[in-house]
């Protein structure tokens, strides 16, 4: 290439697994890439429960992407919220604390990922966060062990019924982040904190774990979901099937049975697991060149992960529509690859030609300590072989010989002894952000605190 030419430009929106994969795979490629990302971090979301159940600290699953990426010259990582994609003028508008910028690029990869769906009913999440963040995490960490202090306090006041509704806790959604949050809330109950208050038996506390479907890993093979009913029950886990959630409030949730009869559960912490919604960025793409969003919100793409008549712009992961594959981690890393690997072609005049095929590399859900089942192809693993797996996979898929490492530790303690590293909780965990959701004009405020101005960058 021409030392003096400009290299073609990549942008490339969100830093979670698409995202960041795909930049890795350009590294070696003779382009310039812009990393946009609304958070600061990769976010490893498969363990966000384990940051809400006390195991890890949220730095272990959520590095700093300006670290991972540091020694990889060719991409600068910038923190901002995509507000508007042009693929005619081939532009992308960020912004940051309300100051808009403007990019133009040659080719885009975009990656923005999910978010939590209350199916409509967007103020359930007052009282039932989701479990797509670090701030839901943290927040639900504080919610999870402050019912257990709260429940102490009512119980050493003789108000019973009160303690019981703060030691109920009932987990929406019997997907594998259902079923994952609920084993762990049984293990915090009935082993991590059974010797560690005076009036209240934490062992006695009730969970529930929820779902409008009529099976429990609904994506796994039947015989694996009778398998995890059964060892959830043996939890002690009350699982309702067939069960859809109408009303959530602070202090209970209503949900309306197979028959059709409405019930409440008396229970001041939710835990929102069903659901996801695609970037809204997906449907702005899909007006702009004709395509239907599906009921995910998520863009149809074409079998090379491109727009129609716009080969440079690629929709990988939770935002893509193809083939009915999962949102999962592997699908995001494996057309992110893909993606960077027609970058590349196309950089050499050597197109790739050939579309793009998913890998499957099976399904997996821990159910407790030791406990967990795995389906790979047709081979079906349950009990700790499939435990010992699921560990393996994740501390592979961890960013960092040093998370590894410190993740590595944090399960020792936590699954051959009975603490968790990570009990501190602050009031601010649980209200903080609910409190900044109300500021609606925070953005404009702080960007005049601090001075910044408009700017615009081709």
């Given at each position: 290439?021409?030392?003096?030419?400009?290299?073609?430009?990549?942008?490339?929106?969100?830093?979670?697994?698409?995202?960041?994969?795909?930049?890795?795979?350009?590294?070696?490629?003779?382009v310039?890439?812009?990393l946009i990302?609304?958070?600061?971090?990769?976010?490893?979301?498969?363990?966000?429960?384990?940051v809400?159940?006390?195991?890890?600290?949220?730095?272990?699953?959520?590095?700093?992407?300006?670290?991972?990426?540091?020694?990889?010259?060719?991409?600068?990582v910038?923190?901002?919220e995509?507000?508007a994609?042009?693929?005619?003028?081939k532009?992308?508008t960020?912004?940051?604390?309300?100051?808009?910028?403007?990019?133009?690029?040659?080719?885009?990869?975009?990656?923005?990922?999910?978010?939590?769906?209350?199916f409509?009913?967007?103020?359930?999440?007052?009282?039932?966060?989701?479990?797509?963040?670090?701030?839901?995490a943290?927040?639900?960490?504080?919610?999870?062990?402050?019912a257990?202090?709260?429940?102490?306090?009512?119980?050493?006041?003789?108000?019973?019924?009160?303690?019981?509704?703060?030691?109920?806790?009932v987990?929406?959604?019997?997907?594998p982040?259902?079923?994952e949050?609920?084993?762990?809330?049984?293990?915090?109950?009935?082993?991590?904190?059974?010797?560690?208050?005076?009036h209240?038996?934490?062992r006695n506390?009730?969970?529930?774990?929820?779902?409008?479907?009529g099976?429990?890993?609904?994506t796994f093979?039947?015989?694996?979901?009778t398998?995890?009913?059964?060892?959830?029950?043996?939890?002690?886990v009350?699982?309702?099937?067939?069960?859809?959630?109408?009303?959530v409030?602070?202090?209970?949730?209503?949900?309306?049975?197979?028959?059709?009869?409405q019930?409440?559960?008396?229970a001041?912490?939710?835990?929102?697991?069903a659901?996801?919604?695609?970037?809204?960025?997906?449907r702005?793409?899909a007006?702009?060149?004709?395509l239907?969003?599906d009921?995910?919100?998520?863009?149809?793409?074409?079998?090379?992960?491109?727009?129609?008549?716009?080969?440079?712009?690629?929709?990988v992961?939770?935002?893509?529509?193809?083939?009915?594959?999962?949102?999962?981690?592997q699908?995001?890393?494996?057309?992110?690859?893909?993606?960077?690997?027609?970058?590349?072609?196309?950089?050499?005049g050597?197109?790739?030609?050939?579309?793009?095929?998913y890998?499957d590399k099976?399904?997996m859900a821990?159910?407790s300590?030791?406990?967990?089942?795995?389906?790979?192809?047709?081979?079906k693993?349950?009990?700790?072989?499939?435990?010992?797996?699921?560990?393996?996979v994740?501390l592979?898929?961890?960013?960092?010989?040093?998370?590894?490492?410190?993740?590595?530790l944090?399960?020792?303690?936590?699954?051959?002894?009975?603490?968790?590293?990570?009990?501190?909780i602050?009031?601010?965990?649980?209200?903080?952000?609910l409190?900044?959701?109300?500021?609606?004009?925070?953005?404009q405020?702080?960007?005049?605190?601090v001075?910044?101005?408009?700017s615009?960058?081709?």
């Amino acid at each position: 290439m021409n030392p003096t030419a400009q290299r073609p430009k990549v942008i490339i929106i969100g830093s979670g697994f698409g995202g960041l994969f795909a930049a890795r795979a350009l590294a070696k490629a003779e382009v310039d890439i812009r990393l946009i990302g609304r958070t600061t971090h990769h976010l490893f979301q498969p363990l966000l429960y384990q940051v809400a159940t006390g195991i890890l600290s949220p730095g272990e699953i959520a590095p700093a992407t300006r670290e991972v990426l540091a020694r990889q010259e060719n991409v600068q990582v910038e923190l901002g919220e995509v507000t508007a994609i042009d693929v005619e003028a081939k532009t992308v508008t960020a912004s940051t604390l309300g100051v808009p910028r403007t990019y133009s690029y040659d080719h885009l990869i975009v990656a923005a990922g999910a978010a939590q769906s209350w199916f409509g009913n967007d103020q359930f999440a007052d009282f039932a966060p989701g479990m797509k963040s670090i701030d839901d995490a943290l927040e639900l960490r504080g919610r999870i062990f402050g019912a257990f202090e709260l429940a102490e306090l009512a119980a050493a006041q003789g108000r019973h019924a009160e303690a019981r509704a703060h030691t109920t806790f009932v987990v929406v959604g019997a997907g594998p982040t259902g079923v994952e949050m609920a084993g762990q809330l049984a293990e915090l109950s009935r082993r991590t904190l059974k010797h560690d208050f005076r009036h209240i038996d934490p062992r006695n506390a009730t969970i529930y774990l929820m779902d409008a479907a009529g099976a429990v890993l609904g994506t796994f093979d039947e015989s694996l979901q009778t398998r995890t009913r059964r060892a959830m029950e043996r939890l002690g886990v009350k699982v309702l099937l067939g069960a859809k959630v109408v009303d959530v409030d602070a202090r209970g949730i209503e949900y309306l049975d197979q028959a059709g009869e409405q019930h409440r559960i008396e229970a001041l912490t939710k835990v929102w697991a069903a659901g996801v919604a695609a970037s809204p960025l997906a449907r702005q793409l899909a007006d702009q060149v004709g395509l239907q969003v599906d009921r995910a919100g998520r863009i149809p793409v074409q079998p090379d992960l491109t727009l129609p008549g716009h080969p440079d712009v690629y929709v990988v992961g939770d935002m893509a529509a193809l083939d009915n594959l999962p949102g999962v981690a592997q699908v995001a890393i494996q057309q992110s690859r893909y993606a960077a690997r027609k970058i590349r072609a196309s950089l050499g005049g050597r197109p790739v030609t050939e579309p793009f095929s998913y890998f499957d590399k099976g399904n997996m859900a821990t159910i407790s300590r030791f406990r967990a089942i795995a389906e790979i192809g047709k081979v079906k693993v349950t009990g700790f072989p499939a435990w010992a797996l699921w560990l393996g996979v994740h501390l592979v898929y961890i960013i960092g010989f040093k998370s590894r490492i410190t993740t590595l530790l944090h399960w020792v303690v936590s699954f051959l002894g009975r603490g968790r590293s990570e009990r501190n909780i602050t009031e601010q965990q649980i209200f903080g952000r609910l409190a900044m959701d109300r500021i609606n004009d925070l953005p404009q405020r702080a960007a005049r605190n601090v001075g910044w101005t408009s700017s615009d960058e081709a």
